[in-house]
């Protein structure tokens, strides 16, 4: 991590208090963060030209905005207005995204349980694209961390009620080779009609009153495609992974002192079908390294970002309390600190 001196030089992370509003609010705030994202993904995404992400984005953008329309995506009408605003090819392919890779867990701690996670995503300068919306719902406010252009919620903290985050599942294998296997998946994805896993944790953040009725919705909600979440509340005995394809899920709950994950299954799930290809970069080497932490690596803030937890595609990390409300975060380029400390209350 980088010294004191050199924290004080780096940028801050943004934040917006959009209470009332969505994320098209966010976006009037944010106009050039969502044009960077939507400009580097041309480069990243997919094929690594400019000339492939030019074509693909626009046949991206079109089949996603078919498969909104189509599943009566509750959501669509944000994602219209947000590429409408935007004018810029991407928008909605960015908004059905699904290839990122995770490190997280939960943590049992005095006062009570604490998410800890890792994003992994190749796309360049996420970190310092960030911001912190505080936004609310029927069940009360959150703060999502996210960027703007986006509808989603990746990851996100709901004071008193819970705390939560998206790991990406493996990719089910076909026994078609690592180009098959992907091409099946995305075209399987046509036929579905659940929602998207982002889609889902931000209603969720919406609408769950606690953490048992979160963990209801996350484990039982039909998603477009598999995911892992995350979920710890407010009591010592409320922490979990739960698995899940489509219509199935399996969960690991806190026992002793951590429950984690990265980007493989570890329950039944991991047998079913063909099995699954377990997500870069070396998952199962991540997930050994967050159960090996320690207090001592948490006794400053971020002691626990360090290889192979960080690696080449971090992005973001933070720890995260709905018992205290605490939320403290940090933007990455690898494992390379790009932002001063953003931290709650």
């Known amino acids: 991590m980088r010294t004191i001196d050199a924290v004080r030089t780096l940028p801050p992370i943004p934040f917006a208090d959009i209470r009332g509003g969505t994320s098209v609010d966010l976006l009037k ?89 890792v994003l992994d995503w190749p796309f360049p300068a996420l970190g310092t694209s960030m911001v912190v919306a505080l936004q609310d719902g029927k069940a009360g406010a959150f703060y999502n961390i996210t960027w703007p252009g986006l509808s989603g919620s990746f990851q996100g903290l709901a004071p008193v009620r819970f705390a939560a985050a998206i790991n990406q599942a493996p990719m089910r294998r076909h026994r078609a080779g690592y180009a098959g296997d992907w091409l099946r998946n995305r075209i399987a994805v046509r036929g579905e009609t659940g929602l998207p896993p982002a889609h889902l944790l931000r209603l969720v953040l919406e609408t769950a009153p606690d953490y048992a009725a979160a963990k209801a919705m996350l484990r039982d909600t039909r998603l477009a495609v598999p995911a892992i979440f995350l979920l710890s509340g407010v009591r010592d005995d409320e922490g979990c992974v739960i698995d899940r394809t489509e219509g199935e899920a399996a969960i690991r709950t806190l026992d002793g002192d951590a429950v984690c994950v990265a980007n493989h299954f570890e329950t039944r799930l991991g047998a079913s079908g063909a099995g699954w290809r377990a997500r870069p970069i070396d998952s199962l080497g991540r997930a050994a390294s967050a159960r090996a932490l320690t207090a001592k690596d948490f006794a400053a803030d971020f002691a626990w970002f360090k290889p192979p937890i960080a690696n080449a595609n971090s992005r973001l990390a933070f720890s995260a309390s709905a018992a205290r409300g605490s939320l403290t975060l940090i933007g990455t380029d690898g494992p390379v600190q790009t932002t001063q400390v953003f931290r709650l209350p």
Request: proline share 4%.
């Open 29 to 117: 705030i944010f106009p050039g963060k969502a044009e960077a994202l939507a400009r580097g993904a041309t480069n990243t995404f997919g094929l690594a030209s400019r000339a492939a992400g030019a074509v693909a984005l626009p046949l991206g953008d079109r089949a996603s905005r078919n498969w909104l329309a189509r599943t009566g995506n509750p959501y669509r009408a944000e994602i219209d207005a947000l590429a409408g605003r935007l004018q810029i090819r991407g928008v909605y392919f960015l908004n059905l995204c699904f290839e990122w890779g995770c490190t997280g867990g939960v943590w049992a701690s005095q006062t009570g349980p604490v998410l800890r996670r």
